[in-house]
């Protein structure tokens, strides 16, 4: 479990970096994110994971994100994982919304993509331990947020470990894969024609099951030209209010899908993960 | 003066938008964005210019730079030209610091430069008026800083225009472009080879000639790796106290070029200009 420090900055008093290292979960190099605010040596700090959206890699929330100030601010570190393998060797497709760039936190069964696309078995067991390993990290202390496609990688996620994150939030996730047509193509191509195995894969589906968070904070734009196809965050407001969840889920006026709304709220979001983190 | 809206997205409750126009400086099409936060309708807010360094376009500063959140709490306009004419007319250089993303803030007299890099011209003269037509400013409260190059764009225009701009900051700036390859090669190549002729593009110079600004606010990363062989801050620390000027100048330990260190020390440098602009 070699670490590579692709590249190190200073900034807000922390430390911003690169690293890479070769998955298992994938069998391919996988780089991510990681601030480290400053700490007194020895202390460990809390850990939020931030995943991010389709297209993206580690560092767009890295360089749009807006979240320094804030993690300096309370003293948390954030992890920003990249949203699929990468490299020639792998399998890809010809949209954005699948293969590269679109691993959509799932471990795919279907061929040729079941040899890379282990985006679950990494996101949820594999780099965590990479990151308990090398950074100063209170993993008894960790919370999960996400955008749009990494809005339902930390949904999906923190409901099917319940009590792993002490805290779960989204931007503009997609609630319910099995009901758009984003999700339907990754579920469809990555997982099969079988839809009762897409159910863990759906936050709004997790709910119906059974699943539950102690609370959950949601933002979404409500100028997002994704609102109504793909994201249907009323969805998510039906499941949570059936299962009758606490869940603050917010329409922001004006705001469209991109990081200049997720930096508008970042602050929020870090401060409300903050508090239940620190408690 | 048409002016084409490029993109337009609600951020911090304002509006970060990228505009595009026809100039008559560089006989291009130039775009350049604009944020400008909430206010109450009618009423002009001071406005602070940020100008980019080599490679950069206005994308740079408005994806990383951080600045919409202080914009917003001190009610300031931010305008972030592009630095260089762009288009497949325009001539270029193989290098990275001349020709297209390196216009230097000079009016170039040296063919085949001198038809499209005047961006001093565009910037000191024609740019201001499509904002003052377009946007809320109140041309009377001008702020500018700038970063790298565009630090060595703010600290020039400012000093050869004495009571134009109520505040000047820099961040990382070209100090002395008389003194470094960067402003070698740039200076020799737009302007010529009459040395007299760069003292005016030359901030050190400029004040040795008697330029002065009634105060200075520069912000440098100590590990940033082009402090030692172009931006060599040190002269410009003679040359304000050489000349008695009022600087504060500011050598920040660990922090290296990039917008990491940018964005760290944005909020500071808005909250300075905004105190001078609604002074």
Redesign the interface.
């Given at each position: 479990m070699t670490l590579e420090t692709v590249s190190e900055?200073?900034?807000?008093?922390g430390t911003?970096g690169v690293y890479s290292h070769d998955s298992e979960a994938t069998g391919t190099p996988m780089t991510f994110a990681v601030y480290v605010p400053e700490h007194v040596a020895g202390t460990k700090l809390p850990v939020l994971w931030y995943l991010s959206g389709l297209t993206c890699t580690h560092a767009n929330v890295m360089?749009?994100g807006?979240y320094?100030?804030y993690c300096a601010e309370h003293g948390i570190i954030l992890v920003a994982p990249d949203t699929s393998p990468r490299g020639d060797d792998v399998p890809d497709d010809e949209g954005y919304d699948f293969g590269k760039g679109a691993g959509f936190y799932v471990n795919a069964v279907q061929e040729p993509w079941a040899k890379n696309f282990q985006m679950r078995q990494y996101v949820e067991h594999e780099l965590p331990q990479v990151i308990a390993k090398h950074f100063p990290v209170d993993m008894d202390r960790q919370g999960i947020t996400g955008h749009s496609m990494g809005g339902h990688g930390a949904l999906t996620i923190s409901l099917r470990n319940p009590g792993k994150y002490r805290s779960t939030s989204a931007f503009s996730p997609i609630v319910s894969p099995i009901h758009c047509p984003w999700g339907q193509k990754a579920l469809g191509g990555y997982i099969g024609d079988d839809k009762s195995a897409w159910r863990e894969y759906d936050a709004c589906a997790l709910i119906e099951d059974g699943a539950r968070l102690p609370e959950l904070l949601v933002d979404q734009?409500h100028?997002d030209n994704f609102l109504e196809e793909q994201l249907k965050t009323h969805l998510l407001e039906e499941a949570v209010r059936k299962a009758g969840m606490n869940a603050t889920i917010r329409l922001q006026e004006?705001?469209?899908h991109?990081?200049?709304?997720v930096?508008?709220f970042i602050?929020d979001h870090i401060a409300w993960h903050a508090e239940r983190l620190k408690a």
């Open positions: 900055a200073r900034s807000f008093g911003q360089d749009k807006e320094r100030r734009g100028a004006g705001y469209d991109s990081y200049f709304f930096s508008t602050g």
